[in-house]
């Protein structure tokens, strides 16, 4: 492997086809802006590890890979886990949406459906709705950083009915089928 000079990189990184400011890339590559000046401008040598996510995140642009954070719905509706079912469900209806994270403390710790109350009325002769929301959800959750790549994201779609999109163990947003679809239609 042959490894770009300061220059390369500069040039890489102005090209019509990328076209990044300094700190666009310094975010991409999850280092600082003034890092990437420095080794632009031939100050710094930086590390194999550094210099790789640097290329990585310019190869990223080049070919225009979908992350997580360009396909999650940030502003999510969610329930806590004590909150009732009802809650949970008129939650929904109002939000115009058929599931809902389960969070507690900012930190997925499940999913709630319509589908799942609807099993869960038709196990019991009592009614769900003054249940916690907690004795109802889907505690098997995908969770995907920030950084997951579409055919990571859309792997986990296949067997879950979202992805929790997590960093430092806080939600940050969610992804279904939909979002997928609006991507890419």
């Known amino acids: 492997m042959e490894l770009p000079t300061p220059e390369d990189l500069k040039q890489r990184r102005k090209s019509d086809e990328i076209d990044l400011t300094q700190a666009e890339l310094a975010d991409a590559a999850d280092v600082s802006q003034p890092l990437i000046a420095r080794i632009e401008g031939g100050d710094v040598d930086p590390r194999l590890s550094t210099l790789r996510r640097i290329v990585q995140a310019l190869d990223e642009e080049e070919t225009g890979v979908t992350r997580a954070a360009d396909l999650m719905t940030e502003d999510v509706a969610t329930v806590a886990p004590d909150d009732s079912v009802q809650e949970a469900e008129d939650r929904m209806d ?27 009325s038709s196990e019991t002769d009592s009614p769900v709705g003054e249940l916690p929301v907690s004795e109802v959800m889907d505690e098997s959750i995908s969770q ?8 990571e994201i859309d ?10 999109v997590v960093s430092k ?8 089928e939909a979002d997928i679809a609006a991507q890419v239609s």
Request: aromatic share 2%; glycine share 10%; charged share 25%.
């Open 144 to 151: 995907k950083g920030l950084d997951a790549t579409l055919d």
């Open 155 to 164: 792997s986990s779609l296949d067997h879950n009915k979202a992805v929790m």
């Open 169 to 176: 163990g806080k939600l940050q947003g969610l992804i279904t």
């Open 94 to 120: 109002e939000a115009g949406f058929s599931q809902l994270p389960v969070v507690r403390d900012e930190s997925p710790e499940g999913l709630i459906s319509h589908t799942a109350i609807r099993e869960a």
